[in-house]
């Protein structure tokens, strides 16, 4: 079992930055693939990055694209999502994942989930 609890999230302009975080415990955090996901009202979970277990491989939604970064710290066994140049579309709960077998943008196959944390971007 792995526990995820993600921070960061809040109140912020357009064009502004956030740090989100996802602390884990429970099994190896180095073991398991990081995922972030998103999902705002009235609309399905969506895709955002993932990052590899050894943090060498990244991946990223289009529209997020050279805007956001995710890593990795598997010693203090957190992982990052680095929001720069926000937008209002960017509004949405963002939760962070943990999948056993493989980096995937695919959220039906993570095994563990965080409780998500609100990002709110404003005009």
């Known amino acids: 079992q792995v526990q995820l609890v993600e921070s960061g999230g809040g109140l912020v302009q357009a064009g502004g930055s956030l740090r989100l975080s996802c602390s884990a415990s429970g099994r190896t955090f180095s073991n398991y693939a990081m995922g972030w996901f998103r999902q705002a009202p009235g609309k399905e979970r969506e895709f955002v990055a993932a990052i590899s277990w050894s943090g060498g491989n990244t991946y990223y939604a289009d529209s997020v694209t050279g805007r956001f970064t995710v890593s990795r710290d598997n010693v203090k066994s957190t992982v990052y999502l680095q929001m720069n140049s926000l937008k209002p579309e960017d509004t949405a709960v963002y939760y962070c994942?943990?999948?056993?077998?493989?980096?995937?943008?695919?959220?039906?196959?993570?095994?563990?989930w965080g409780q998500g944390t609100q990002v709110t971007v404003s005009e």
């Open positions: 994942a943990a999948d056993r077998q493989k980096t995937t943008r695919n959220p039906k196959e993570y095994d563990y």
